[in-house]
Each structure stands twice: as structure tokens, then as C-alpha cells.
């Protein structure tokens, strides 16, 4: 059982369903033994049954691998295409995508040239080779292999030309569902890259579940091994030559995503959801800019019936249908995204560029405990989300904010957030609240430091603040690390007191004075309004009061 956030309960009554699944996986496969000098020697001499090895053979081999690939696409016209940097080469690929449902095998080839590790081999004077890793990488030819798998639909194997014919796959989790649920007669209505309604949503989240289990694991050894040695290598190594030397790969992660999926029950209503949150949570969690595609069409507004839901047949290439706006926030090698995807559906999405970011290991073995922490991430992203955008504030909090507190032995200063260094210290740590698994000392000393513009607030000024805001029960320790979280009802108030300052104290009070006299604007924002109304008011309780404003 997927455990609930707080975004998606706050709005339940406005889902019509939700689902959870992994989506893009990328995995390195490598030789063992050519990771090494004295490795990549024994398996030469395993292939040839000779030592004598020189950078010649090496680049030999790299020559014969491009010969056979283009020899190959041309026999069995395969499209071969050699791409130009900067060329979106997935968009490509769905250009040559085959339109045959049924059809299985290679489909299309592109060559790009990409920095790669590659040996250099020389000679000692005893004629002994040596070998060492070229250093930076050269820019080799790349070979991209887009396959079609029955069960996993399109495959992307990045191969080296050059020994040890290092490989790179990228298998898409949503396909792997897709076809699953047609192979179990499970109702899936797909529009662009997501499930929209008329499908079973609740069996769909019960399917992408397989992907993140023990078997998982299988599942993606198998359907690598299915292609890479039959497909790819081959053109380095015949089967022959695989087995004589000993040649198998083994793979570890390099980039995983996870996604959590809303399925509003009316478009209108998820632009209305969504743009009010991109509102109130884009300063408060620090998004500079945000990336808008326009589309060609309004969400709808009345729902359809679901029989008369047609799933959609061709692709659209020329722009998008509706609009998409994407909400991101990096910390380092990780990406936390919100964006709204088709006609109704919300995606959250967490990436991890590096799987080193997660520090649980990058072996394929891994890949359940990989999941569940991205599982995890996306959660504690939606609550902090839900936090920031519901701010709510204790009646009694700005009595007792400021007042100091005791944390043992210390007493400690309260949370004035009219001083700029604390007002600053709250903002840097809303900022940091949806980095996962905490921030650090450090982190909230250098956010502080932007906010203040100034360089002298140091990470003990941050040590003492933070003593400060856990004396309050504002943050607490995550576990027994020296990273810190703030709490969900902490953020909530810290958000609250911010907008309270910020969006109602200041502008209220800046126009309490005389109203100026001025040729009104065409058009007028609905907080305008109601700003001019609160001053219009504050004049009148100024007045009464018998307060100069």
C-alpha cells in the first residue's frame, strides 16, 4: 500500500484517481574486466590467444565494429543516421518509429560522437604492453541501437565503438505498463506520455508496483541481455568470440525517475489548482523561472463520458495540445518537478541525475531501495508543497515567537522575524525544505548569505540560528545526521508570518496614507482590489483611532 501525501488528500473530492509509477530508468553496462589494464590483457589474450597487443589492434577493432554496424544497416535497410550535436535524438527516433504494433527487432541506428574512456596502449622496452586510460576522454563514435521489445516497447542501447565496448540502456517504465495492461486486458487510455480517463487506474498502480519489487531486478537483466549481445556487441564480437573470451556485462544504475500522477476530474479545475499554487509557493520555495510551452487548446471543462474516450492514434510533433507549465527546483543531481501533463493529469516527479546522490549503492541490485527513496522523496516534496501552499498561523504564535526558550542548560533568543538576519535565516530555510534528506549547516549559511547580500553571516551564525529555531520546535534533526528539516506545521507558520509581513502589513500600510489622485489602470488585479479596499478601511480606523498614517 502506497502511502498518501498531503497534496493529494487536500485535494481528493477534485481527483478522479491517482497513480504512481517509475518512468525513465538508465543503466551503464560494463565489462569487469576491461576496467582495468591487467584485466583488459587477460581477456585478450582469452580472445586472440596472444599477448601481443598495441594501440593498433585497438583501434582496429574500433574501425571493424563502424564497418560492420553501416555494412549491416545497409543490407537490411536499417535507417543509419549521423547526428550533429545538440540533436534531440529520442524526438528522432519516434520520427522513425515503426507503425507495425506486432513489430519486435532493431529499427533504427544514430552515431554521435561523445567523450568516452578509452585505453591507450604502449610498449615498454622489454616489448610489454601497458595500458592507460587517455585522459580527458576523446570524443569517440557512439552507436545508439533503438530496439522495440514486446515486452518493454522502446529500448536505447548507447554503445561505444572502442574495447571494452562500455553500453549505455534507457527502458521506459510507462511502456513496460502499457503493454502489460494490454497483455491482461486491463483498460489503459493513454494521451501522449500518461494514463488519462477510462483507465484503470487503481489496477495500473497495482502494475507499476511489479517495477518496484525484488523481480524487478530480473526483469531488467533479462531484457538487456535479450538485445545487447544479439544486437549490439555483435558487431564487435560474434557469438563465438563472446564466449571464448568470457565477455558479459554487468549493469549498475545511472539515472532513475519516479513520478506521482493526479488525474483531476476537470481540466479547468487542475489550471485553476495549479496556477493558484505556482502562485503562492514559487518565492516561497525559491523558483526563479518558470518554463511555459502554450498549447493549441483549452482543458476541457466537462468531463466525457467514458465510452466515448478515443484513445488518441497519431502523435503529435508540432507543438503542444495544452499548455504546459513546469515547476522545478535542483538540488545538485536532483530534480524535483511539478508540471501538468494532457488535459487533466498533474505529474510530481523526482530525478536523479546520478544515482551517487542517493548513497545507497549503483548496482542493479539496488534498484528496489533506489525506488523506494525516490518514492519517499516525492511524498516529503508533495507535503512540503501542501505546507507552503496552506500556510496556517497560530493565534498566539506572534507572542510567543518572539519570546526566548530553553534547550537544557542554554537559554536561547526568540524568532523575531522583523530583523532582517532572522527574517532572512526563515526564508533560507522554507527554501531548503524540499531538499531531501535535509540541508546542512552550511547550505542555510550560504542561502543566508544571497538573501542578505553580504558575506559576513558565517555556518556559526547559522549553528546559533538554528539552536534558535529548534528551541521553538520549528526544525528538528533528521535521525542521527547533522542535517536538518523544518517540520510540516513549522512551515506552514513560517509561511504565514512571511505573507502576513510581506503581502499584507507592508502594502496595506503603504497606501493607508492620502490616496493619490491618478488615472486608474485598464486592467486591475484581483489583490488590488482588495488592497484598496483593506486601505480604504485602515483610513477610516486611522482616522477614528486619531492616528496619522
Known amino acids: 500500500m502506497k502511502a498518501h501525501d498531503d497534496f493529494s488528500d487536500y485535494y481528493q473530492e477534485l481527483l478522479e484517481g491517482r497513480y504512481d509509477r517509475p518512468d525513465r530508468i538508465v543503466l551503464n553496462g560494463y565489462f569487469p574486466l576491461g576496467q582495468t589494464g591487467g584485466g583488459f590483457r587477460y581477456w585478450w589474450r582469452r580472445l586472440t590467444g596472444s599477448d601481443e597487443l598495441d594501440q593498433e589492434h585497438v583501434l582496429r577493432m574500433a574501425g571493424r565494429f563502424s564497418r560492420r554496424v553501416h555494412a549491416y544497416a ?13 540533436v534531440r535524438k529520442h524526438e528522432l527516433a519516434e520520427q522513425h518509429r515503426p507503425t507495425d504494433p506486432k513489430f519486435t527487432g532493431l529499427f533504427l541506428i544514430l552515431v554521435v560522437k561523445a567523450p568516452a574512456p578509452v585505453w591507450e596502449v604502449t610498449t615498454s622496452s622489454h616489448g610489454v604492453p601497458h595500458l592507460t586510460r587517455k ?3 576523446p570524443y569517440v563514435n557512439h552507436y545508439h541501437f533503438h530496439v522495440i521489445d514486446k515486452e518493454w516497447g522502446h529500448l536505447t542501447f548507447k554503445m561505444s565503438g572502442h574495447p571494452p565496448f562500455g553500453t549505455q540502456v534507457m527502458l521506459n517504465g510507462h511502456e513496460w505498463v502499457e503493454r502489460r495492461a494490454h497483455e491482461r486486458t486491463i483498460a489503459a487510455v493513454k494521451e501522449g506520455n500518461c494514463f488519462v480517463g477510462g483507465s484503470d487506474l487503481p489496477a495500473l498502480d497495482r502494475l507499476a508496483d511489479a517495477l518496484c519489487d525484488e523481480r524487478a531486478i530480473g526483469r531488467v537483466t533479462e531484457v538487456c ?3 545487447v549481445y544479439s544486437t549490439c556487441l555483435c558487431f564487435a564480437l560474434d557469438r563465438e568470440e563472446q564466449q571464448r573470451s568470457g565477455f558479459r556485462y554487468e549493469y549498475s544504475c545511472f539515472q532513475v525517475e519516479y513520478s506521482r500522477n493526479l488525474l483531476f476530474a476537470r481540466g479547468t479545475v487542475l489550471e485553476e489548482v495549479y496556477q493558484g499554487f505556482i502562485d503562492r509557493t514559487r518565492r516561497v520555495l525559491d523558483v526563479p523561472t518558470l518554463k511555459t510551452i502554450f498549447g493549441r487548446k483549452h ?13 488518441r492514434i497519431e502523435r503529435v510533433l508540432d507543438g503542444s495540445v495544452h499548455d504546459l507549465t513546469v515547476f522545478k527546483v535542483h538540488f545538485g543531481r536532483l530534480t524535483l518537478k511539478v508540471y501538468d501533463k494532457g488535459a487533466r493529469v498533474l ?4 530525478i536523479a541525475h546520478s ?7 549503483k548496482r542493479l541490485e539496488k534498484l528496489p531501495i533506489m525506488l523506494a527513496r525516490l518514492q519517499r522523496m ?3 516534496f508533495l507535503n512540503v508543497v501542501q505546507a507552503a501552499h496552506c500556510g496556517a498561523l497560530d493565534p498566539t504564535a506572534l507572542d510567543t515567537l518572539p519570546q526566548p526558550t530553553q534547550r537544557g542548560a542554554q537559554r536561547l533568543a526568540g524568532i523575531d522575524i522583523q530583523k532582517p538576519r532572522m527574517r532572512a535565516v526563515v526564508e533560507a530555510v522554507l527554501h531548503l525544505a524540499p531538499k531531501p534528506d535535509g540541508f546542512t549547516t552550511g547550505e542555510l549559511a550560504a542561502g543566508t548569505c544571497v538573501l542578505l547580500r553580504q558575506s559576513t553571516y558565517t555556518a556559526r551564525h547559522a549553528a546559533y540560528d538554528l539552536r534558535k529555531l529548534r528551541g521553538k520546535g520549528l526544525v528538528a534533526r533528521v535521525g542521527t545526521t547533522r542535517r536538518y528539516q523544518p517540520t510540516t506545521p513549522a ?11 510581506e503581502k499584507i502589513i507592508k502594502p496595506v500600510l503603504a497606501g493607508a496614507g492620502k490616496p493619490k489622485p491618478g488615472r486608474p489602470p485598464k486592467r486591475v488585479h484581483p489583490l488590488d482590489v482588495h488592497y484598496e479596499n483593506l486601505q480604504r478601511e485602515m483610513r477610516h480606523t486611522l482616522d477614528t483611532l486619531g492616528l496619522a498614517a
Do not use: S
Open 347 to 350: 505529474r510530481i516527479e523526482v
Open 225 to 227: 541481455d535479450r538485445w
Open 74 to 86: 545497409k543490407r537490411r535497410r536499417v535507417p543509419l543516421v549521423h547526428c550533429e550535436p545538440g
Open 378 to 380: 516525492v511524498i516529503e
Open 299 to 311: 482543458r476541457p471543462h466537462q468531463l466525457r463520458h467514458p465510452a466515448a474516450v478515443v484513445p
Open 355 to 361: 544515482i551517487k546522490e542517493l548513497r545507497c549503492g
Open 135 to 137: 585522459t580527458p576522454w
Open 491 to 501: 512551515i506552514r507558520t513560517l509561511v504565514a508570518l512571511l505573507i502576513l509581513r
